[in-house]
């Protein structure tokens, strides 16, 4: 399986501690402890660190909530690494990515947090709802080096 890297989204540190919307960026270097331009506040709070370095989500599982009435765009809802060309269910905990020069392994599925509430188009919704099963998926990284917009995503071990 192979796709590509629609966008690599980042937050810096601010004052409301909340890691999301990020914002696209071209090229990332992704770190042992997350992608570099990108702080969140919880992943530092709790040290989450290593397990939970790096967050991607499907652009068509962001196409499919859309069409449902939503408008979300890439590194709305906190993915650091929007993949393009990706099933959402064929991504699996254990599978080994190359995103570029890094590698990462899927550590777990992402549950809706509470911050999503203060995107403007989910404010009076059942966020955990529209979400289930459709948030993203976490990574740890077994090999830092740069990302960029573009770049294959391969599916090296299952």
């Known amino acids: 399986m192979e796709g590509t890297v629609h966008s690599i989204n980042v937050k810096g540190s601010s004052t409301d501690g909340v890691g999301l919307p990020k914002t696209p960026v071209e090229m990332a270097f992704i770190y042992y402890a997350g992608v ?3 702080y969140n506040n919880y992943r530092i709070r709790k040290n989450k660190g290593w397990k939970r370095a790096v967050s991607l989500h ?7 909530i859309n069409r449902e009435g939503f ?8 993915e650091n690494i929007t993949t ?3 099933l959402y269910d064929s991504i699996k905990v254990g599978g080994i990515y190359q995103i570029g020069d890094s590698v990462i392994e899927i550590t777990e599925p992402i549950v809706p ?8 188009y989910f404010r009076g919704i059942n966020v955990s709802k ?5 948030r993203g998926w976490y990574a740890s990284v077994y090999r830092e ?12 071990s299952k």
């Open 84 to 86: 393009r060309n990706i």
């Open 58 to 64: 499907c652009l068509e599982s962001l196409e499919e």
């Open 36 to 38: 570099e331009g990108d």
């Open 113 to 120: 947090c509470e911050n999503l509430h203060l995107l403007p």
């Open 145 to 156: 080096g740069v990302t960029m917009s573009g770049d294959y995503i391969k599916l090296i």
């Open 71 to 78: 408008s979300i765009k890439p590194g709305d809802l906190g």
């Open 130 to 134: 529209v979400l289930k099963g459709r």
